[in-house]
């Protein structure tokens, strides 16, 4: 059975020896598609987080003093490997994670689009200066790097999220250390091990496999700097009040439940596309998926029709194979999990348009599977519309207008993404200033953000200051310094 482990200072990292529970030193991955464990991994406790802690701490004094051209340098290497390996990338991602293989190709792009940002970081580094203050003195603003800096991501984008994180901090000058999620432990190891080949020197990037224990000790640690993590609300809270209460910088993004608003104005057909991919895309298992959609008046009904016709279209089937166009679900238990959704919100009055519980696809029965759900005339006091589900269901809510719409979203507790489908240009620009939601889109479903604007939510979708990636990535990931110089002319003769 294939191995996957951790990877500190420049190398694999098997473990060291389970001091006081050996039963916790390694945990299984599971292909969704077939339910068998494919691989096993390694789980770090305190001792391996030590170490690739230390490996981070002894690498920094090196890569702060290197010069951003020859960063630069090496990012720019790095992008072309990542480049020239996008499908093996892929590959790992689908065999885990379960999404199919063209989804994990756009994911793979999406993180290489930070990458290149990270290529171009010169620019954003730059400091600001004032000649002549007082009298004859200058004043420099510049940013210098924190040190060690922790990533710890979700199982749903394994090599995107990471790559959200570790290329704008090392390019800014800090080592990492990152702990991915253990369902989709082996993309994050072949994107350090193409790092090494890139040129980036031992102890830089670091990887820790495991869980909460790992987590834990990295929040604890007193050698991490800043923490940035993505996942869901709950431990993401946990992790911002662990983590800053040790007195690190954290920026920590959680869970969502994406409304779209729809018009009676709207293209329909658009707006039921739009509904389609970004509910059903990735199974749903994005933060950045459509799961409720709210319908204005007349609205409603057409639009419902239309979803689902688009809806049945959707193939459910194994990310390895080409004719699919959404795969599993990651576990089990989370399969279950959003079945049981789809189950109480029947029993909590909605109605049932689509039901994706009984599915299986052939020849993989022991599959994650479950088809598409579409709920309609979803009560907001049902479980299915206050959580996040995470997975192929649609709520459909109606409302009587934009003022009932607005205000139900604005009650929603999470604030990652909203969008609305409007002719209205009006109505649009209403809806983008009033809405409580960190990504806004306007006749797109799923608004995330390109790699030079920042990416990051509101309320209980995020906690901390600075989002992802663009310019606030380079703020989390380094600190200012105002240096006021004052030389007077020299008295020497000329
Ligand atoms: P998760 O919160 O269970 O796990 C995230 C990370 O935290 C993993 O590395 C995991 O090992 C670790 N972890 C889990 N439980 C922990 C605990 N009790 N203490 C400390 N660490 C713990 O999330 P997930 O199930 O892997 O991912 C899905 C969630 O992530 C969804 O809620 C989704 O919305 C969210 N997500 C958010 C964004 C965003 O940008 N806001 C992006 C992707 C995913």
């Not at 203050?133 to 800096?149: E, F, K, N, T, Y």
């Not at 059903?280 to 994005?286: C, E, P, T």
Request: proline residues 5%; charged residues 20%.
């Amino acid at each position: 059975m294939k191995t996957v482990t951790h990877w500190i200072a420049g190398k694999p990292f098997p473990g060291l020896p389970a001091a006081s529970d050996a039963s916790r030193a390694w945990g299984p991955v599971t292909d969704p598609a077939t339910g068998e464990v494919t691989a096993r991994v390694a789980m770090a406790g305190p001792a391996e987080v030590d170490a690739a802690v230390a490996a981070a701490k002894q690498a920094y004094a090196g890569w702060r003093g290197s010069s951003l051209a020859q960063r630069t340098a090496v990012l720019f290497r790095y992008r072309a490997l990542l480049d020239a390996r996008r499908d093996e990338i892929a590959a790992l991602i689908t065999a885990e994670q379960g999404k199919v293989h063209a989804d994990a190709l756009g994911e793979v792009a999406r993180g290489l689009e930070i990458v290149e940002l990270a290529c171009g970081l010169g620019t954003a580094l730059q400091g600001d200066m004032s000649a002549q203050v007082p009298g004859q003195a200058d004043v420099a603003s510049i940013r210098q790097p924190l040190g060690v800096v922790v990533g710890i991501s979700p199982f749903n984008f394994p090599a995107m999220i990471s790559m959200w994180m570790f290329p704008m901090a090392i390019a800014c000058g800090n080592t990492f250390v990152h702990k991915p999620s253990s369902k989709a432990p082996s993309a994050s190891v072949l994107l350090a091990e193409l790092a090494a080949e890139a040129g980036v020197p031992e102890g830089v990037l670091n990887i820790v496999q495991g869980d909460e224990v790992a987590v834990n000790a990295l929040l604890d640690h007193p050698d991490v700097a800043a923490v940035s993590f993505v996942g869901s609300t709950p431990v993401a809270r946990h992790v911002y009040r662990r983590a800053s209460a040790g007195g690190k910088r954290v920026q920590a993004l959680g869970g969502a439940k994406n409304h779209m608003l729809v018009m009676p104005d709207a293209d329909l057909d658009a707006a039921a596309d739009a509904a389609v991919s970004a509910a059903y895309g990735s199974a749903g298992q994005r933060c950045m998926a459509v799961s409720v959609v709210v319908a204005v008046g007349e609205a409603g009904d057409a639009l419902v029709s239309r979803i689902a016709e688009r809806a049945v279209k959707v193939t459910v089937g194994p990310g390895d194979d080409p004719a699919s166009t959404m795969g599993p679900l990651v576990t089990r238990a989370h399969r279950d999990d959003v079945a049981a959704y789809v189950a109480g919100a029947a029993a909590q009055g909605a109605e049932v348009v689509l039901d994706g519980r009984d599915f299986t696809v052939e020849g993989r029965e022991n599959g994650f599977w479950m088809g598409v759900s579409l709920l309609d005339k979803v009560s907001t006091d049902s479980d299915a519309y206050q959580n996040e589900i995470f997975g192929p269901v649609l709520c459909v809510v109606r409302a009587e207008s934009y003022d009932e719409a607005i205000g139900l979203i604005n009650a929603c507790r999470y604030g990652n993404a909203s969008s609305i489908f409007t002719r209205d240009g009006g109505t649009a620009r209403r809806f983008q200033w009033e809405v409580e939601a960190g990504m806004v889109g306007v006749n797109v479903p799923m608004p995330v953000p390109v790699g030079h604007h920042s990416f990051g939510g509101w309320k209980d979708s995020a906690f901390g200051d600075h989002r992802m990636y663009g310019s606030e990535a380079v703020h989390f990931y380094t600190q200012g310094k105002v240096i006021t110089s004052s030389w007077p002319d020299s008295p020497s003769p000329r």
